[in-house]
């Protein structure tokens, strides 16, 4: 067995650059001590750091352990390394969960239905079947079938369908809102197929996930049914048939409130200028974007809502305006308008999305028209 002298002979004590960095080495097959680094690196006995050369064979306590005792403290010695308590685990309290208001609308982009079949064909459901009174395609300018739609013929009569080319021009829509950076967040319609057909059609085009949600106060004025009111293809049809419906949506205005009472020409702007604002002050998700597919006076009525000329009070459309509307406002024309916040007034901006324009068609619309100032009603 070495003695202490001996051991100790071979104890290599180096004070490191830093204070508490003590460096040890010593022949542990002797000592039967065994060494481990430190987190900084430092040589550790498994029992303790030896921190003293200094050894009295001949002292009362003359043994391993005292010779392991620290050293009295000089000016030159380092400060003894003291236990750091850590600080008492304190619960973080979360912010205050303050309500943030949802964004609504920042963007509405307000646009007529596209070509509708009567207008071309009169009454082709009642021409357009085979021998066992299906439909049948008259012209190519027709659906080649109204397919998934599981509906009769003779409800198309007051409730028409969409040609080939209003797909087209419905389309054409949907990509400029792409290409502008216009897509819609959110996309409401009437509650007529042509509207449903041209808000899908559009809103397709974008390529963006979307619900339909039909609005029954964006319906044309009552005038133009006076025999008999139409009969909307049910939202349960229209589900079957592939179309992607909001059902969580709460309109404005019920269906069986249409037609319940008549209207007059005052009551017509004021549904459809509070379905308008319903729109506006829902929450919209994204960038706020929202499409409304209706009709022609709904693009009047909508420029007569929105543009801040009318703030105070909203411009009306005359029964006189609505006489020949189609023709300033034609298929797919549409108006946008934008703000940045709810306290701002909206922005029209004019011509946001490019016309469409081919041989003696353009869905450009007749500023003149659209851009009047109030009119004055007898």
Same mark, same amino acid.
């Given at each position: 067995m070495p003695t202490p002298e001996k051991i100790f002979a071979r104890l290599v004590v180096r004070r490191?650059?830093?204070?508490?960095?003590?460096?040890?080495? /010593?022949?542990?097959?002797?000592?039967?001590?065994?060494?481990?680094k430190s987190d900084k690196g430092s040589d550790r006995t498994a029992s303790r750091i030896i921190q003293s050369p200094q050894f009295n064979a001949h002292s009362p306590k003359s043994s391993l352990h005292t010779a392991m005792s620290p050293p009295p403290l000089t000016a030159h010695s380092p400060a003894p390394m003291t236990a750091i308590s850590p600080p008492p685990l304190t619960a973080i309290s979360p912010p205050p969960i303050t309500a943030r208001r949802a964004q609504t609308a920042r963007t509405i982009v307000v646009m007529r239905h596209g070509e509708r079949l009567d207008d071309l064909f009169?009454?082709?459901?009642?021409?357009?079947k085979n021998k066992n009174g299906n439909y049948r395609q008259r012209d190519l300018n027709m659906p080649p079938d109204l397919s998934p739609l599981n509906?009769?013929?003779?409800?198309?009569?007051?409730?028409?369908?969409? /040609?080939?080319?209003?797909?087209?021009?419905?389309q054409m829509v949907g990509r400029a809102m792409l290409v502008s950076g216009r897509s819609p967040d959110m996309v409401y319609c009437s509650p007529a197929l042509r509207c449903i057909q041209t808000a899908s059609v559009a809103a397709t085009m974008t390529g963006k996930p979307f619900k339909l949600r039909?609005? @029954?106060?964006?319906?044309?004025?009552f005038d133009l049914y006076p025999d008999k009111k139409p009969k909307f293809v049910t939202v349960e049809e229209l589900k079957n048939s592939g179309f992607n419906i909001d059902d969580d949506y709460t309109p404005y205005c019920k269906m069986e409130d249409l037609f319940a009472v008549p209207?007059?020409?005052?009551?017509?702007?004021?549904?459809?200028?509070?379905?308008?604002?319903?729109?506006?002050?829902?929450?919209?998700?994204?960038?706020?974007?929202?499409?409304?597919a209706?009709?022609?006076? /709904?693009?009047d009525l909508?420029?007569?809502?929105?543009?801040?000329?009318?703030?105070?009070? @909203?411009?009306?459309?005359?029964?006189?305006?609505?006489?020949?509307?189609?023709?300033?406002? @034609?298929?797919?024309?549409?108006v946008t308008f934008m703000r940045n916040s709810d306290d701002e007034p909206w922005q029209y901006i004019r011509e946001a999305l490019p016309p469409i324009t081919y041989r003696n068609f353009s869905n450009r619309l007749n500023h003149d028209f659209i851009e009047r100032n109030h009119t004055v009603q007898q």
């Open positions: 490191a650059t830093s204070p508490s960095y003590l460096e040890v080495q /010593t022949n542990a097959s002797e000592t039967g001590f065994k060494t481990i009169g009454q082709w459901y009642q021409y357009s509906r009769p013929l003779e409800e198309y009569e007051n409730d028409t369908a969409l /040609t080939v080319l209003g797909h087209v021009l419905a039909i609005e @029954p106060g964006l319906f044309e004025n209207e007059s020409n005052e009551m017509y702007n004021d549904r459809v200028q509070s379905s308008l604002q319903y729109i506006v002050n829902k929450s919209a998700s994204g960038r706020g974007t929202v499409l409304v209706a009709h022609a006076s /709904t693009v909508g420029y007569g809502k929105f543009h801040s000329r009318f703030s105070k009070e @909203p411009r009306q459309t005359t029964p006189e305006n609505l006489l020949n509307i189609s023709i300033p406002v @034609p298929y797919s024309s549409n």
